[in-house]
């Protein structure tokens, strides 16, 4: 079955950076595009980033020019690389595939507090 894994998350203070890692299992991973959604206290999950197979990317307009999402296929892992972090950036962050089926991880959680 497909199991989706992050890693990475946890507290930090506002400028400053973490990355996201999210390992896939039970998907030939090359072929499947990769998401990420998060989603704040009281809020609705909403769209973070996404990477096709062969790695074009999609930002939200919140995030864009301070995250990026990479992935790499040796490792069957989908990177999310935050930099420049704000409050409004606190968020439970979930790793998703829908090329075939939608899957999603369990959720990281992602503070950022001063």
Do not use: H
């Not at 995250?67 to 930099?83: A, H, W």
């Amino acid at each position: 079955q497909v199991q989706l894994v992050e890693s990475g998350g946890g507290l930090v203070q506002p400028g400053g950076s973490l990355r996201l890692s999210c390992a896939a299992s039970g998907i030939i991973f090359s072929r499947y595009a990769m998401n990420w959604y998060r989603q704040a206290p009281g809020k609705q999950r909403e769209f973070v980033a996404r990477i096709t197979g062969p790695s074009v990317t999609i930002y939200a307009d919140s995030v864009k020019g301070r995250f990026t999402i990479s992935r790499d296929n040796t490792k069957n892992t989908v990177y999310l690389q935050m930099n420049n972090l704000k409050f409004e950036d606190t968020a439970v962050y979930y790793c998703n595939t829908d090329t075939t089926g939608n899957y999603w991880g369990q959720g990281i959680q992602v503070t950022v507090s001063s």
